[in-house]
């Protein structure tokens, strides 16, 4: 099509992608709507993503075609979403086509009334009838078909699923206690793949929040499985195809058990999410090579995702030069041929074999052990792994001289959030002063450039443009990834930006009623329902993060009301803990910190000196999830409280381990401080269970 599309002013990428298509596509707003009730037709919402392979076929094969698009127009308004951009609507109707079909993903094609009320709905829908799919033209001429001769039947059907969708979750008869700790480790222990390691069956994505939930109690004496379980997955994904051997990161999910052959899509939530995993199971188990991934995975974040503004971009697309994964994967004469004389030793470690592991190209994944190979060649473990990085070298030059796969460049506030977050703290954990610098850089554009002049928070930024008001999930993991920067640097402005937004954040979403919160604010335009997230979904739920947020201030400042808030949260999500324990991982690890009571930690000190240094080295050489930690120089507390009336002794850097802001007496001898920090604080039954 040579004239553009209304998708011609967008912002998002994605929609970008569609502006010169066929279809007479609308943004979401009024406009559309008016256009469905004047016209008296459906419409036809399409929901995607960039990064979204599916949706770049559907999109080939039926978006792009004329006659398909003839057939749109003239029976429907086409309605086209970014679900980055809005969350708010993929997931209002990534609910009803779940509860339509029993099934949903991406894309997400609903068919709505022209008051926005869903009645029919999938996800990918092929040209041609295949695999137990209708053809989507088939689809199209049926559902135009029942709203002309079946229109009061087909309102009744939306007006109902509407009123489901709006009703609010049942809330618990009591607060969350351990009980429901042990419900979700019992669910993950069940569905854990004993031979490959995650949870489930194939798809299989990167837990990141049961894999945290079950870092959090690995010291419970009824939870044995647990460090086995994470330690397992992340070997196993480390080794996998999703994990790009040779750039780093993580792709979206495998469509096999084995981790072995990805969706090639890498998303910035997942890399940020699984860097700060991979630091934090670092320090739980002391391996170099867990800290490897680590670095590994936040230097692709770094470099492949930061943007020159100091943000970082959502994504990576699966596909290049019109094909799935072809930037990453290899012929075996490409692979001969970019290794070399490495070829011989390092085929069987990297999986390389002629037939391939994907239509006949290779995925390069972890196969075999270097000890393994070196045995079988008569050789040492050391020579082998010379030829896997001469081999990964030479294939890293040749992928460099390929199309790189597009970039979806507009900078989402919750993920820069998790970003900040997971850069700012493995920066100290690993002492990798670049990943520090680069989180101060994201958080002042974040603070700069998504925002309003009134401070509202905005939900995404491109090339200078973005006006969607952010969402729950942004304040809650922007203001995290302020909590954490404070941590790492000490300055004091990040606190304070960082309470801001939590204080924002109860004004604009809390629930008055019940507790929780909504996912949109009371400043946002109404539609069918106001969704209440409590499943991790992929990235951690609105409540969660909300929650975790909350718990941080409450530690930092000693107000009850923050700790109060956080726990109408859990018992907002009670029923979940019993019904569905998996989809609350996250909030369950939040509330593993929450039932075990939180030490607080202030340091007081000039930054350079090096007790300063050794006391903090100390805090940070565990994975201590209940530890909260503040520092200054002794001269200004920042309006920090728990640094208040905390002084450096006879001059020296002096540390205060608290609880309740009640503290032990001071010490300034790092030993005596872990001594300190060893101790474990134990529930009233007198030792840290995850049940009853």
Known sequence: ?????????????????????????????????????????????????????????????????????????????????????????????????????????????????????????????????????????????AVSEAWRGRRSEVAAAGAALARRLASPPPTADADPGPDALGAVYRALERDFDPVHGGFGEAPKFPPAAALEFLLRITDASDAPRAAPMVQATLAAMADGGIHDQIGGGFSRYAVDRRWLVPHFEKMLYDNALLGRLYTRAAQVTGDPGVAGVARTTLDYLVDDLGLPDGGFAASEDADSEGEEGRFYVFTWAEFLAASGDAASLAAPVLGAAPEGNFEGRIVLHRARPAEAVARDAGTDSAEVEEAVVAALEGLRALRANRVRPERDDKAVAAWNGLAIRALAESATVLGEPRYLEAAVRAARFALAELRRPDGRLLRSRRAGRGDVPAFCEDYGAVALGLFALFRADGDPAWFDQAGGLVEDMIDLFGDGTDGGFFATGRDAPSLIARPLNLSDHPTPSDNALAAEALLTLAAYTGEARYGERAAAVFRVAGRLFEGAPTAVAHLAGILAVALAPARELAVVGPAGHPTTAALLAVAEESFRPDLFVAWGDGHCDGGIPLLQGRVALEGRPTAYLCRGHTCTGPTMDAAELRRLLTRRFRLSDGERRVGP
């Open 1 to 141: 099509m040579d004239t553009p599309n209304r998708l011609a002013a967008a912002v998002s990428p994605y929609l970008l992608a569609h502006a010169r298509d066929p279809v007479d596509w609308h943004e979401w707003g009024d406009e559309a709507f008016a256009a469905a009730r004047r016209r008296d037709v459906p419409i036809l919402l399409s929901v995607g993503y960039s990064a979204c392979h599916w949706c770049h076929v559907m999109a080939r094969e039926s978006f792009s075609d004329p006659a398909t698009a003839e057939l749109i127009n003239r029976s429907f308004v086409a309605v086209k979403v970014d679900r980055e951009e809005r969350p708010d609507l993929d997931r209002i109707y990534l609910d009803a086509v779940t509860a339509l079909t029993g099934r949903a993903g991406w894309p997400l094609t609903a068919f709505l009334t022209p008051s926005g009320e869903p009645f029919f709905g999938g996800t990918y829908f092929p040209r041609e009838a295949r695999h137990g799919l209708p053809a989507f033209t088939a689809v199209l001429a």
